[in-house]
C-alpha cells in the first residue's frame, strides 16, 4: 500500500510558475513509476506527464511540452511537476499516481494502469 500526498498548488497569474509535490509513504518508491493527471470541472481526466521509476525517462502530453518538467527524488520519497508559464487551460485538480506493475524504464500514460491516486491540488490560472 502506498500513500500519496499532493501540495503545492494554488492561484497564479498566466505566465506565473508553479511547483507541485507528490509524497509517498509505504513501500519503496523507486518500484513505481509516477505520474501527473489533472481534472478540470466537466472533462475527464487527462494524462499530464509520467516519469520512470529511477527517473531516466519522462514523457508529456503535448499541451505541457516545454512548459511543465518532471522529476523525481526517491531519497526523500517525492515526484515533482514544476509548471512554467500557466494558462488558463491548465486549470484543474492535479492529481498525482503510483503503477506498481511498470517495468523499471517503464512510462505509464493511462490512468487505469495506475495503482494508487492522491487526493489532488487545486490549480487555478486567472488571466
Known amino acids: 500500500q502506498v500513500q500519496l500526498v499532493e501540495s503545492g498548488g494554488g492561484l497564479v497569474q498566466v505566465g506565473g510558475s508553479l511547483r507541485l509535490s507528490c509524497a509517498a509513504s509505504?513501500?519503496?518508491?523507486?518500484?513505481?513509476?509516477m505520474g501527473w493527471f489533472r481534472q478540470a470541472p466537466g472533462k475527464e481526466r487527462e494524462f499530464v506527464s509520467t516519469i520512470s521509476r529511477l527517473g531516466i525517462k519522462t514523457h508529456y502530453a503535448d499541451s505541457v511540452k516545454g512548459r511543465f518538467t518532471i522529476t523525481r527524488d526517491n531519497a526523500k520519497n517525492t515526484v515533482y511537476l514544476q509548471m512554467n508559464n500557466l494558462k488558463p487551460e491548465d486549470t484543474a485538480v492535479y492529481y498525482c499516481?503510483?503503477?506498481?506493475?511498470?517495468?523499471?524504464?517503464?512510462?505509464?500514460?493511462?490512468?487505469?494502469?495506475?495503482?494508487?491516486w492522491g487526493q489532488g491540488t487545486q490549480v487555478t490560472v486567472s488571466s
Open positions: 499516481a503510483a503503477d506498481a506493475q511498470a517495468p523499471l524504464f517503464g512510462l505509464v500514460t493511462s490512468p487505469p494502469e495506475y495503482d494508487y
Open positions: 509505504g513501500r519503496t518508491f523507486s518500484n513505481y513509476a
